[in-house]
């Protein structure tokens, strides 16, 4: 159930009537999309945002079967509920239905009111589900993507340069004398200045792929895929504006009279035989050096 429009639902099914059926029953509630055969179903659910899927099993080229482990089987489509709805009424084809991550099974003839409800209820709670997924991703102070969600993309990227070879680069990013500026402007104003620094480095980072993460206290984590050592430093030139633009007062830092960050970088090459924690360490070894170096700053620190 979605806070600003209708939940969307994908009907599939072979035979015009029974589109049509389940169609005028769910069409004032919800969006209906629908799909005749088996592929363009899988289609849908992986470019559309679709809620839920009504699936017949008996059709030809895809079975509902394939259709729904294929859908099961794919990171983006896996979450969405499915339920049969199918002539079906064997115990064995239900419980193979629900075995292939089916979350529930209805057979024809069936009650229009029962279907509805049952369709409210898996809707709500695939929003619930969503919400709690968000939450348990991202920062509760921030709302940026939280520590946890950094280690699983940190995985994903990681393993994708190596099969593209390609490049990945890892940013650490520390507020500096942050301890000092919470003691003598508050708690309060230190939460205020960790969203603020948040948002700015999440407004310097304009490809789809590159991401910010807390990574905990005042120290964020960011990754970029695919790009060049002197658009790294771009990046990281572009982030430091960004927080030094914010023009937080902050008399008790050595590093300027406002709020200000510094950048320890490096880059891994999917040529290099270098472990993600290898990376890790250089980066902070990086953040360590800008540091003691003044910092304010960045540093790209290589991993050869």
Do not use: W
Request: proline share 1%; with cysteine.
């Amino acid at each position: 159930m979605k806070s600003e429009q209708k939940s969307t639902i994908l009907i599939v099914d072979d035979e015009t009537t029974n589109i049509v059926m389940l169609s005028d029953l769910l069409k004032d509630e919800y969006q209906i999309k629908i799909a005749k055969s088996g592929q363009k179903a899988i289609d849908i659910a992986k470019s559309e945002g679709i809620d839920l899927i009504l699936l017949d099993i008996e059709m030809p080229q895809l079975s509902g079967y394939e259709v729904c482990k294929t859908l099961k089987d794919n990171q983006k489509t896996k979450s969405i509920p499915i339920i049969f709805v199918t002539a079906k009424a064997d115990e064995a084809d239900e419980e193979k239905g629900l075995n292939l991550g089916a979350i529930d099974y209805i057979t024809k003839p069936f009650s229009k009111a029962i279907v509805k409800l049952r369709i409210k209820n898996h809707i709500q709670l695939k929003y619930k589900t969503d919400l709690l997924e968000q939450y348990s991703l991202h920062d509760g102070l921030t709302n940026i993507k939280n520590r946890r969600f950094f280690d699983d993309a940190f995985d994903v990227m990681y393993r994708e340069v190596r099969r593209d070879k390609t490049n990945l680069t890892l940013m650490m990013i520390d507020i500096d004398f942050f301890k000092l500026y919470n003691d003598h402007y508050g708690h309060g104003k230190g939460d205020e200045t960790l969203i603020k620094v948040a948002n700015a480095i999440q407004s310097a980072l304009l490809r789809p792929t590159d991401f910010v993460a807390r990574y905990g206290g005042e120290e964020f984590i960011v990754l970029l895929k695919a790009i060049n050592q002197e658009g790294v430093i771009t990046v990281c030139n572009n982030i430091l504006k960004a927080v030094r633009d914010l023009n937080i007062l902050h008399e008790y830092s050595q590093a300027a009279s406002y709020v200000s960050i510094s950048i320890g970088a490096t880059q891994y090459d999917a040529n290099l035989d270098i472990s993600k924690d290898k990376i890790l360490k250089r980066a902070d070894e990086a953040l360590y050096e800008v540091k003691k170096k003044g910092r304010d700053n960045l540093l790209m620190m290589s991993l050869s």
